[in-house]
Structure formats: C-alpha cells, structure tokens
T-cell receptor, first 114, second 115 residues
Framework: DAKTTQPPSMDCAEGRAANLPCNHSTISGNEYVYWYRQIHSQGPQYIIH???NNETNEMASLIITEDRKSSTLILPHATLRDTAVYYC???????????????FGKGTRLSVIA | DGGITQSPKYLFRKEGQNVTLSCEQNLNHDAMYWYRQDPGQGLRLIYY???????QKGDIAEGYSVSREKKESFPLTVTSAQKNPTAFYLCASSIAAGYSNQPQHFGDGTRLSIL
C-alpha cells in the first residue's frame, strides 16, 4: 500500500502557484519523498525528490516540513499543460534503493483553469 | 534520444486469446517493470526484472507472464487466464542504485481493449 495521503483533486488558476500537499506521517529516516506526474494517456514523468531540505529545480519546488511528516509540491506559475495527476511517493533514496519498484497511490488530479 | 518504447499504443484482443505487449529500452538500464493502470486509479505492479534472465511477481501477476532474455527487452504476455485485461499498461526501467536520482523512467503505455 502507498505510504502517502493526497487530496483526490485540486483546481488552480493559470499563472498562479499550484500547491499540492502530501501527508507521509509514517516516513522513515532513510526514506525520500518523490513526486511524479502523469498527463492523460502518457507515462508518469519524474518531477523532483527530497530528503529533508527544500529542493528546487526547473519544474517545481518541494517543501518538506521539519518533522518530515508532510510536504508540498509547488508549481510556481501553473500553465494549462500542468494539468495532470500528481503522485507523491515515499521510498528509500537513490544510494540504497537498488532496482525496487515504486508504489503509487491514486495521486491528486490537478486541473489548471484558464 | 534514449528512452523506452512501448508498442503498439493501442491493442485489441478477442476473448480467449493471448496477446504480447512490447517494451524496449536503449538506456542501458538494468531493471525493467510492468504496471497496470485502471481508470481513475494509480499504477499497480505486475512483474519486474532486476537483471537478465530473472524476474519477480508484483502485486497482480496472475494471468500475466514475462521474459527477460535481453537487457533491453521485457515483453509482457496477457494470457486468457487474465479475466479483466482491459487496462492501460505501462513499462518502466531503472539503473542500478546510486547512479541516478530518478527512480524509474516510463514509456508512454499501451492501451489494451477486449473486443
């Protein structure tokens, strides 16, 4: 079973920041938070991951609370092309993961509205 | 460009027939995976293979079979024993631990429908 809880759906106005929450209250000390997104009828696309520090890349920012029990993915200026299902996944990090599968929950369906 | 190729994009099958979905990767990745996705649901793991000539069952392996004779190929056969095969099938691959921050790369899927 997925170790994360996400709202089933969210709306965001085009050009505004989209803030997608994720609860992972049972996260272990060596587990990372990964985010993927899936645009309709395509394969999931990696976005970002983090352990305890906030992370930023060209796609998004990841804010992890100090107790690591929750996190927020931020798309700073959402566009219509960001409409997708966003998955928050908890798993051990790249140094020790080996080739073990990801476990997906149902994710959050983000709709960006013009 | 390197990536994962799934073919065909759409596939139709008559009841009682076996059908094989293709997945090829040129990323030189060690591991490959098959997931199934039903409408409005997340991905569920069918089978995965960490090295050539070896594979493990996932959560929903019944009615499916795989082979891993080559590093770059991991075909999935949906057998007649799979009672509800209509779904979106996704293939993924990953490199060994420590070599990449991205756990898995995905193909664009094959949508299988029963006639």
């Amino acid at each position: 079973d997925a170790k994360t809880t996400q709202p089933p759906s969210m709306d965001c106005a085009e050009g505004r920041a989209a803030n997608l929450p994720c609860n992972h209250s049972t996260i272990s000390g060596n587990e990372y938070v990964y985010w993927y997104r899936q645009i309709h009828s395509q394969g999931p696309q990696y976005i970002i991951h983090g352990l305890k520090n906030n992370e930023t890349n060209e796609m998004a920012s990841l804010i992890i609370t100090e107790d690591r029990k929750s996190s927020t993915l931020i798309l700073p200026h959402a566009t219509l092309r960001d409409t997708a299902v966003y998955y928050c996944i908890v798993r051990v990090g790249p140094q020790e993961a080996g080739n073990t599968p990801l476990v997906f929950g149902k994710g959050t369906r983000l709709s960006v509205i013009a | 460009d390197g990536g994962i190729t799934q073919s065909p994009k759409y596939l139709f099958r008559k009841e009682g027939q076996n059908v094989t979905l293709s997945c090829e990767q040129n990323l030189n990745h060690d591991a490959m995976y098959w997931y199934r996705q039903d409408p409005g649901q997340g991905l569920r793991l069918i089978y995965y293979s960490q090295i050539v000539n070896d594979f493990q069952k996932g959560d929903i392996a019944e009615g499916y079979s795989v082979s891993r004779e080559k590093k770059e190929s991991f075909p999935l056969t949906v057998t007649s024993a799979q009672k509800n095969p209509t779904a979106f099938y996704l293939c993924a691959s990953s490199i060994a631990a420590g070599y990449s921050n991205q756990p898995q790369h995905f193909g664009d899927g094959t949508r299988l429908s029963i006639l």
